[in-house]
């Protein structure tokens, strides 16, 4: 008999449930960007640019900031130069870079774009929208209302 451990219960703790999903899903979002030779941070950085358009440096570094630290998004931007996924122009009298995506970080954009919602339709499979919107709302509940516990005087203890 194979070591392999028994499947997980079809009932259980939520937080089983929560983790699974959360696994589940990072991996099912990782797929896209990897079979395009993208990181997830490398993604959310596309993400960024494409909806930001054209940033000078100071700006698009304070802005995309909050997705990593400052190395890793100077690193990651040095990786989209040198793929030819961003554009580099100079503006005004003392010539600031203004970043922005190329065709090909465009094109690279749209084709994980692409790969990413058909992910997302495999992942709601057999999930009416009205079953999705009741999870979210429920997680979202559940957050809301451990936020909330914990903020009180002395948060969540234990009995």
Do not use: C, Y
């Not at 000078?56 to 998004?73: N, T």
């Amino acid at each position: 008999m194979p070591d392999d451990p028994a499947p997980p219960p079809l009932s259980g703790p939520i937080g089983f449930w929560i983790k699974a999903a959360d696994d589940a899903l990072t991996r099912a979002i990782d797929v896209a960007p990897g079979e395009h030779g993208a990181s997830h941070l490398e993604w959310q950085a596309l993400q960024f640019l494409e909806k930001a358009g054209p940033l000078d440096l100071p700006v698009l570094l304070g802005r995309i900031r909050p997705l990593a630290p400052l190395d890793e998004i100077i690193e990651i931007l040095g990786r989209f130069g040198d793929l030819g996924w961003i554009a580099i122009t100079k503006r005004g009298p003392t010539a600031i870079q203004v970043f922005q995506l190329s065709e090909a970080g465009h094109a690279q954009h749209a084709a994980i774009l692409k790969r990413q919602e058909e992910i997302q339709h495999q992942v709601a499979d057999g999930i009416t929208p009205e079953e999705l919107a009741t999870a979210v709302r429920v997680l979202e509940r559940l957050v809301s209302n451990i936020s909330s516990a914990d903020g009180k005087a002395g948060g969540l203890r234990a009995r």
